[in-house]
T-cell receptor, first 115, second 114 residues
């Protein structure tokens, strides 16, 4: 079965500090994409960062970066200089290239940011 | 431009009733997805439309669930004879052609079955 595991249901970080959210996945496919989405209380899913599995270089988007370990099937998200607006549910997901566009999501990590 | 629009925002209905949820994708997006998010859970894939191709219905949980996409744009998800376990947030997303195109999500419809 194709699964995504986020082992941290809740995380907390002090404002301006750095936090890392973990994610592991299970697939036998070689061509896939990995994503981190943010879901604030408004419910809308917002794409934070994405990584193509064939790329060895870790993706970065401003304060957000990933640590992609393909052999270990690990895809963690690092948030630097955390801001109050970063507080949300964070979902890790992947998409298999030859299986259409459906995203397979983890259970989510709720991040709180303390002022 | 406008994002993905879903209606209604909230829907409360009695067990056994049929419901229709609507999704207006971003103009020009060829792909449209429906997901379900139960309380405290991640998103569960339901169905996927790409252009004029046959939809991928592999995620629909039962034959009470169906969806259509008219004219390659607006989509309607229909749940017949609703059950309490159908209570969830139903999210729609759309994307451009190509699997590397990001999916843009709507705000979802919160469905509550009494």
């Amino acid at each position: 079965a194709q699964t995504v595991t986020q082992s941290q249901p809740e995380m907390s970080v002090q404002e301006a500090e750095t936090v890392t959210l973990s994610c592991t996945y299970d697939t036998s496919e070689s061509d896939y994409y990995l994503f981190w989405y943010k879901q604030p209380p408004s419910r809308q899913m917002i794409l934070v960062i994405r990584q193509e599995a064939y790329k060895q270089q870790n993706a970065t988007e401003n304060r957000f970066s990933v640590n992609f370990q393909k052999a270990a099937k690990s895809f963690s998200l690092k948030i630097s200089d955390s801001q109050l607006g970063d507080a949300a549910m964070y979902f890790c997901a992947y998409l298999i290239y030859n299986q259409g566009g459906k995203l397979i999501f983890g259970q989510g990590t709720e991040l709180s940011v303390k002022p | 431009g406008a994002g993905v629009s879903q209606s209604p925002s909230n829907k409360v209905t009695e067990k056994g009733k049929d419901v229709e949820l609507r999704c207006d994708p971003i103009s020009g997006h060829t792909a449209l997805y429906w997901y379900r998010q139960s309380l405290g859970q991640g998103l569960e894939f339901l169905i996927y439309f790409q252009g004029n191709s046959a939809p991928d219905k592999s995620g629909l949980p039962s034959d009470r669930f169906s969806a259509e996409r008219t004219g390659g744009s607006v989509s309607t998800l229909t749940i017949q004879r609703t059950q309490q376990e159908d209570s969830a947030v139903y999210l729609c997303a759309s994307s451009g052609r190509g699997f590397n195109q990001p999916q843009h999500f709507g705000d979802g419809t919160r469905l509550s079955i009494l």
